[in-house]
């Protein structure tokens, strides 16, 4: 990897961490805003998905866009917009500026993320045999992994802002995403194209050739972001029902996002070494007796527990991608969109379910609940094809692709 495509992918890397962490700033500042506008608990429970449909459902939609006209304005302007109206959200007056606001904002994190990631993978080959890196995984992870991050602060930068200045000066919070927005106009590179044989096939033709295992990942990290998404939904509520004051209930959240971002990370060089779809079933499999058990303790037990369990529950982010990308070569934004933001997206959606069910239930027995739903997910996999069968499938490919 030559030091433009090192440059490259440190710059876009750092742009996912700026832009996710305003992406959390709704799970903060959800139970305030709820007593402040007075909802209900279900009616909350319905802005989660509305922002992962946004900027996560919406992702294909954005990804072929990216790759049908391969220009860089998503990956520039996506900061902007997220940082400008996620901002906002302390000054909403109504549930319907808070859903508008949530909804731009959602935009401009989906838009960023299939050419971000295609950007990336892109800078990873640029100078590898074939186009095929042995590190691909390693740097979809740092990608991944700076976005978690982000992610993870983003929560405690929020609860800080208002801490200090008050709800209603949430808007203080845009400066760094300007910031991120400038550079990005001036360094980010343009998302070329790669040039394809006459007769190579096609992306549909691609994509229902390998709609098998690409349907089996999709659900798969479809539960997988349905346990997360829930997670970080309602925990907030559940810790606040325990008695825990706002900058706590930020730590604890912080720390399970941030936890799940050390997990991606290392999550791709184990790919590298062993495999992504054996390093993915095996993490699934140990996630849930930790998140089981974190939801059945209280206290400092249940927080390092929840750490633990949300390392293994977001390691497969970046390998999901990586798994994606070499199913399907020459479509890396469209793939990267359909397995980073339709699926988790669709799993989003079952955040109102967890929501009705804590109504009945409580908010610990139903986190507990949907912690199961990992198992599900390494069913799926064990009949993904094995890594050595797509490793194959994906130099054939890429030298169909010509590149």
Request: hydrophobic share 55%; aromatic share 10%.
């Given at each position: 990897?030559?030091?433009?495509?090192?440059?490259?992918?440190?710059?876009?890397s750092?742009?996912?961490?700026?832009?996710?962490?305003y992406?959390?700033f709704l799970?903060?500042?959800?139970?305030?805003m709820?007593?402040?506008?007075?909802?209900?608990?279900?009616?909350a429970?319905?802005?989660?998905?509305?922002l992962?449909?946004?900027?996560?459902?919406?992702?294909?939609?954005?990804g072929?866009i990216?790759d049908r006209y391969?220009?860089?304005s998503m990956?520039?302007?996506?900061?902007l917009v997220?940082?400008?109206?996620l901002?906002?959200?302390?000054?909403?007056?109504s549930?319907?500026?808070?859903?508008?606001?949530v909804v731009i904002?959602g935009?401009g994190?989906?838009?960023?993320?299939p050419?971000?990631a295609?950007l990336?993978?892109r800078?990873?080959s640029?100078?590898?045999?074939?186009?095929i890196?042995k590190?691909?995984?390693m740097?979809?992870?740092v990608f991944s992994s700076t976005?978690t991050?982000?992610?993870a602060v983003?929560?405690?930068?929020?609860?800080?802002?208002?801490s200090q200045f008050?709800?209603?000066?949430?808007?203080?919070a845009?400066?760094?995403?300007?910031?991120?927005?400038?550079l990005?106009?001036?360094?980010?590179p343009?998302?070329e194209?790669?040039?394809?044989k006459?007769?190579a096939?096609n992306?549909?033709d691609k994509?229902r050739a390998?709609?098998?295992?690409?349907?089996?990942?999709y659900f798969?990290?479809?539960?997988?972001s349905?346990?997360?998404?829930?997670?970080?939904?309602f925990?907030?509520?559940a810790?606040?029902?325990?008695?825990?004051t706002d900058?706590?209930?930020?730590?604890?959240?912080?720390?399970?996002i941030?936890?799940?971002?050390?997990?991606?990370?290392?999550?791709?060089?184990?790919?590298?070494?062993?495999?992504?779809?054996?390093?993915?079933?095996v993490?699934?499999?140990?996630?849930?007796?930790l998140?089981?058990?974190?939801?059945?303790?209280?206290?400092?037990?249940?927080?390092?527990?929840?750490?633990?369990?949300?390392?293994?529950l977001?390691?497969?982010?970046?390998?999901?991608?990586?798994?994606a990308?070499?199913?399907?070569?020459?479509g890396?934004?469209?793939?990267?969109?359909?397995v980073?933001?339709?699926?988790?997206?669709?799993?989003a959606l079952?955040?109102?379910?967890?929501?009705?069910l804590?109504?009945?239930i409580g908010?610990?027995p139903?986190?507990?609940t949907?912690s199961?739903?990992?198992l599900?997910?390494?069913?799926?996999?064990w009949?993904?094809p094995?890594?050595e069968i797509?490793?194959?499938?994906?130099?054939?490919e890429a030298?169909?692709?010509?590149?």
């Amino acid at each position: 990897m030559d030091r433009k495509g090192k440059t490259t992918i440190a710059l876009i890397s750092t742009a996912h961490a700026v832009l996710d962490s305003y992406s959390s700033f709704l799970f903060q500042l959800l139970p305030v805003m709820t007593v402040r506008l007075g909802l209900k608990p279900s009616q909350a429970g319905w802005l989660t998905p509305m922002l992962m449909i946004s900027s996560s459902l919406m992702q294909p939609v954005y990804g072929m866009i990216s790759d049908r006209y391969l220009k860089r304005s998503m990956a520039v302007f996506g900061p902007l917009v997220a940082a400008v109206f996620l901002s906002l959200l302390g000054t909403a007056t109504s549930l319907p500026m808070l859903m508008a606001f949530v909804v731009i904002g959602g935009i401009g994190v989906g838009a960023f993320h299939p050419q971000g990631a295609a950007l990336v993978s892109r800078a990873a080959s640029a100078n590898s045999v074939g186009g095929i890196s042995k590190h691909q995984g390693m740097v979809m992870s740092v990608f991944s992994s700076t976005g978690t991050v982000g992610y993870a602060v983003g929560p405690v930068i929020i609860a800080a802002v208002v801490s200090q200045f008050g709800l209603e000066k949430s808007w203080y919070a845009v400066s760094w995403g300007v910031a991120m927005w400038v550079l990005m106009y001036l360094y980010c590179p343009p998302l070329e194209r790669i040039e394809r044989k006459a007769d190579a096939p096609n992306l549909r033709d691609k994509l229902r050739a390998v709609w098998k295992p690409l349907t089996l990942l999709y659900f798969a990290i479809v539960l997988r972001s349905a346990v997360a998404v829930s997670v970080q939904t309602f925990l907030p509520f559940a810790l606040q029902s325990s008695g825990l004051t706002d900058n706590e209930r930020s730590w604890v959240l912080a720390g399970f996002i941030l936890f799940g971002g050390i997990g991606g990370f290392f999550g791709g060089a184990l790919a590298d070494r062993l495999g992504a779809r054996r390093v993915t079933i095996v993490a699934m499999l140990l996630a849930t007796p930790l998140l089981i058990a974190a939801f059945s303790t209280h206290g400092m037990p249940s927080h390092l527990l929840l750490m633990a369990g949300g390392t293994l529950l977001n390691m497969p982010i970046p390998i999901s991608v990586v798994m994606a990308q070499r199913l399907v070569p020459g479509g890396a934004s469209t793939v990267s969109a359909l397995v980073m933001g339709f699926a988790w997206g669709a799993g989003a959606l079952m955040a109102p379910l967890t929501g009705l069910l804590s109504t009945r239930i409580g908010f610990f027995p139903a986190l507990l609940t949907v912690s199961f739903l990992p198992l599900i997910s390494a069913a799926l996999l064990w009949r993904y094809p094995k890594d050595e069968i797509v490793a194959r499938a994906r130099v054939r490919e890429a030298m169909a692709m010509g590149d």
